[in-house]
């Protein structure tokens, strides 16, 4: 069922820096760009079903059917972004389409975060000082905390 041949060098900790920052990125574009308040649980899904990807990256990637299964679950965020963030609001299709490219952004950020973490460990972009993989997980570790503590509703 399953080829260890086929797993890729994604790491954990790329994935665990760029999940707060993407989250963030959705926070800003969907409450400040398109003053949609959405329940927070959206956001939280489609950075989740977003961070899932690592997924298909690290165990899957070399794996035949690779390509087929990375389009189909892009299809899948696309359509799930779209039906949880830009079909409830009222948008003209302009909007819409910025909204799809918002996506689009969302994705490309993520990924890019998680690229400077893997080259901050490995020494690629501080002229050879290698950060531990750790402080990656505790940097979003504690940025899910702020977060969580920022959003929090007052006690009435």
């Known amino acids: ?21 993407a989250y963030l990125f ?6 400040w760009l398109f003053k949609a308040n959405h329940e927070g649980w959206k956001y939280a899904l489609i950075t989740l079903v ?11 990637f070399n794996a035949p059917f690779y390509s087929l299964l990375a389009r189909s ?29 918002s996506a689009i952004i969302f994705t490309a950020i993520y990924i890019g975060v998680e690229e400077v973490a893997r080259a ?24 899910f905390v702020a977060i969580i503590l920022v959003q929090r509703k007052p006690r009435s």
């Open 120 to 143: 901050l460990a490995d020494g690629r972009l501080l002229n050879g000082i290698m950060i531990p993989e750790f402080v990656f997980v505790l940097i979003a570790f504690l940025a």
């Open 26 to 31: 959705l926070l800003f574009v969907w409450k």
């Open 50 to 60: 977003g961070g899932s990807f690592f997924i298909l990256n690290h165990y899957f």
């Open 73 to 101: 679950y892009a299809v899948i965020f696309l359509v799930l972004y779209y039906y949880l963030l830009i079909r409830p609001q009222a948008f003209s299709f302009v909007k819409q389409f910025v909204a799809i490219l």
């Open 1 to 21: 069922m399953y080829d260890e041949d086929w797993k890729g060098f994604r790491a954990f900790y790329e994935l665990a820096f760029g999940t707060p920052i």
